[in-house]
């Protein structure tokens, strides 16, 4: 996640450290331990007592293990927590999707409490999971990946004081993904963004350690953002991109999607269908701005892939040029 303020403190592994921050890290590891151990047995209570009483139970059942994960310093753990009392009170079928979402949370524990024993790329992926930050000058030390980065999408949201943007690349040569991460708070209001969708930047990004490795920073850029077409491919190759990524870290909740020549379809919602008839479902409270730019006509539609379908960010027609969707 890069540039602005977060709300984590860099904690160094290396060797180098000072012995006055390797204990601050060894400290807060030890915080950090003891606040995971004591939500996995939360979890486990809860599967035990069962999920009938979760209807009916107040937010601070779930608000007050979340906060307990925050003063443990797992802060992206317990943002998982606190959005899950909404969910015996959304919809059908919601002992289901709770005990689904008890069971990533009980994997990531599981796996950060096993963590020496994981690949180093999905050991980072859990710190990261858990609350654990990399810092810039670290991310910009790995290997540089040179590319024209197109700008699929930006968007921004504000949760818990925190400000968010999330900044999509795709490389027009290499096809890699890439997501740039800002973080600020409202006292200071993020810059204006300087990469905007619909164009290209020739750029050198620096990879976090992630598994698999989205997250970037921009190392160097080689040229101005310049106007481009973008890219696109099929519902069938996102999906298989999305399932590899999926296998290498279960606990995504967003992907990048850029979909060519895809026409809106109505079945059982608003559905984008490309020219295969492979269709996705939209996730959207205002399809109307779509709907009358499409005019009925093929787009380039790209967007986060959601469980709960695709968000668009920016549509693309060889004739009207870009829309931008909050």
């Known amino acids: 996640m890069s540039g602005g303020i977060t709300r984590f403190d860099y904690v160094s592994e290396r060797a180098s450290i000072p012995n006055g921050s390797r204990e601050t890290a060894e400290r807060r590891a030890r915080l950090v331990d003891a606040g995971v151990a004591e939500f996995a047995q939360w979890l486990r209570d809860q599967v035990?007592?069962?999920?009938?009483?979760?209807?009916?139970?107040?937010r601070s059942l779930w608000d007050e293990a979340s906060r307990r994960l925050v003063d443990a310093q797992a802060r992206a753990l317990a943002d998982r927590v606190r959005p899950l009392a909404a969910v015996p009170r959304r919809g059908e079928?919601?002992?289901?999707?709770?005990?689904?979402?008890?069971?990533?949370?009980?994997l990531l524990v599981r796996a950060y409490q096993r963590q020496d024993s994981l690949p180093p790329g999905l050991r980072a992926t859990v710190r990261t999971r858990v609350g654990f930050t990399v810092s810039r000058e670290e991310v910009l030390a790995s290997p540089h990946v040179r590319d024209t980065w197109y700008v699929s999408g930006?968007?921004?949201?504000?949760?818990d004081g925190l400000l968010t943007r999330r900044t999509w690349l795709r490389g027009l040569t290499t096809g890699r993904p890439a997501l740039l991460l800002a973080f600020s708070v409202p006292s200071h209001p993020l810059d204006p963004p300087d990469l905007l969708p619909g164009t290209a930047v020739d750029a050198s990004l620096a990879f976090h350690p992630d598994a698999p490795p989205l997250r970037a920073a921009v190392a160097l850029r080689h040229a101005p953002p310049e106007p481009a077409?973008?890219?696109?491919?099929?519902?069938?190759?996102?999906?298989?991109?999305?399932?590899?990524?999926?296998?290498h870290d279960p606990w995504l909740d967003r992907w990048p999607a850029d979909l060519s020549s895809?026409?809106?379809?109505?079945?059982?919602?608003?559905?984008l269908v490309d020219p295969s008839g492979d269709a996705l479902p939209l996730d959207t409270h205002d399809p109307w701005r779509l709907l009358s730019f499409s005019g009925g006509t093929p787009l380039t539609v790209s967007g986060e892939w959601t469980p709960s379908g695709l968000h668009p960010l920016s549509a693309w027609h060889p004739t009207e040029g870009l829309v931008t969707f909050p």
Do not use: I
Request: overall charge negative; charged content about 25%.
């Open 229 to 247: 077409d973008p890219p696109g491919t099929t519902v069938m190759d996102l999906l298989r991109e999305y399932a590899a990524a999926l296998s």
């Open 262 to 271: 895809v026409r809106l379809a109505r079945s059982d919602g608003l559905h």
């Open 154 to 159: 930006v968007h921004e949201s504000e949760q």
């Open 93 to 106: 079928r919601w002992p289901s999707r709770l005990l689904e979402e008890y069971g990533l949370l009980h």
């Open 48 to 58: 035990a007592h069962g999920l009938a009483s979760a209807e009916r139970a107040p």
